[in-house]
Nanobody
C-alpha cells in the first residue's frame, strides 16, 4: 500500500524560507503528478504547487514568484521551497500524489506556522 511521508514545516518567521519534502513509499510505479496543498485556518484546502512526471509545474497565485517545486521521479519524491514567507502562509500542508492507476494518495499533513 502506498504511504505518503511528509517532512519539513514547523514554526518560522515572516521573510524566512520553508522547505517541505514528500515521498510516496511502497509504490510500484511512478506517480503521474505530485502536489502540495494547504489548508489555512478556517479556509478551504487549496493547491500550492504541482509537478508532473514530464516536469511541468504549476503554482497557486499566492506563491508565484516565491516558490519552487522539484521532484526525483526515480524515488517518487518531491520538494517544495517557499521563500519570503508571510503569516498568511500559515496552515496545514498536505502532499498529494496520483498513480498511473488513477488512485489518489494523501499525506496526513504537516503544520506550518509563520509569525509576523
Amino acid at each position: 500500500q502506498v504511504q505518503i511521508e511528509e517532512s519539513g514545516g514547523g514554526s518560522m518567521e515572516a521573510g524566512g524560507s520553508l522547505r517541505l519534502s514528500c515521498s510516496a513509499q511502497n509504490s510500484k510505479s511512478t506517480m503521474t503528478f505530485m502536489e502540495w496543498h494547504r489548508e489555512p485556518p478556517g479556509l478551504q484546502r487549496e493547491l500550492v504547487a504541482r509537478i508532473s512526471t514530464d516536469g511541468r509545474k504549476a503554482y497557486g497565485t499566492f506563491v508565484k514568484g516565491r516558490a519552487a517545486i522539484s521532484r526525483d521521479t526515480t524515488e517518487n519524491s518531491m520538494f517544495l521551497q517557499v521563500n519570503n514567507l508571510k503569516p498568511e502562509d500559515t496552515g496545514v500542508y498536505y502532499c498529494h500524489a496520483e498513480d498511473y492507476g488513477g488512485e489518489h494518495h494523501w499525506g496526513r499533513g504537516i503544520q506550518v506556522t509563520v509569525s509576523a
